[in-house]
């Protein structure tokens, strides 16, 4: 590994103990990662259990925590019954990354543990990611993005260190499925997760299923650019 891995392992090895905001997408799965080589069993995983989640993610989760003997605390979080989330405007990721990380701060403080981080990376600073003022608001820290570790950068760390997620398609939550002023609402959510399942089963392995009412839209399959099929199966 080189300079710019061992400012990370520096960096997080500075807190005496960490909670890892943990999607087990390709990002946070390699800062748990980092952070459990630098810390140990002082690295303790935070997934939310939300129907935002993509389906078989908390699983993914839970095993990749289990795999590196790393504790792991699942809390719900509930940020369908914010009207502000629902309504779903174009600031929604800020209501979402609010509840997932005031649940996180409580049990932070309830563990005695000061310091909450995240897998935001530098490439995430260029996106509209409203998420980033509530991580701000909350005081959760960016490793990655202070040791400037760009996605590419991840990925070729994540293969070097035999993670299975380094060459994971990104997923984001369920809830950019739904254009802007969509209201979004637990049985839309699991509409599309059945419908993401379902393309899975065949082998499509990355697309997105947008809501479009009746209908759904399945983009970016490798096969058939745009494909729309009914919601109600």
Known sequence: MDTKFQR???????SERLLV???????????????????????????AASPTVPPGELDAAKNFADSLGCRHIVLDSH????PSFSQN??????????????????????LGIETIVDGTNLDDLKDHRPGLKAADEWGVRHPLVETEM??????????????????????PCLSSRFAY?????????????????????????????????????????HRTRLTACSTNR
């Not at 990370?8 to 500075?14: H, I, K, R, V």
């Not at 959510?189 to 399942?197: R, T």
Request: a positive charge; proline letters at 3%.
């Open 8 to 14: 990370l392992t520096q960096l997080l090895g500075e």
């Open 21 to 47: 905001a943990f999607s087990a997408g390709v990002d946070s799965t390699f800062l748990l990662k980092a952070a459990h080589m630098a810390i140990g069993a002082r690295a303790i995983a935070l997934p």
């Open 79 to 82: 940020e369908l019954t914010n």
């Open 89 to 110: 405007p174009v600031n929604r990721c800020f209501f979402c990354k609010d509840e997932l990380y005031r649940i996180s701060r409580a049990e932070a403080d309830k």
């Open 150 to 171: 760009t996605k590419e950068d991840i990925r070729r760390y994540s293969r070097e260190l035999n993670l299975p997620t380094w060459d994971k398609p990104s997923s």
């Open 181 to 221: 002023g969509t209201e979004i609402n637990l049985e839309r959510f699991k509409k599309v997760g059945a419908c993401e399942v379902f393309m899975k089963e065949r082998r499509f392995r990355e697309f997105r299923v947008r809501y479009h009412g009746d209908l759904a839209r399945i983009e970016k399959c």
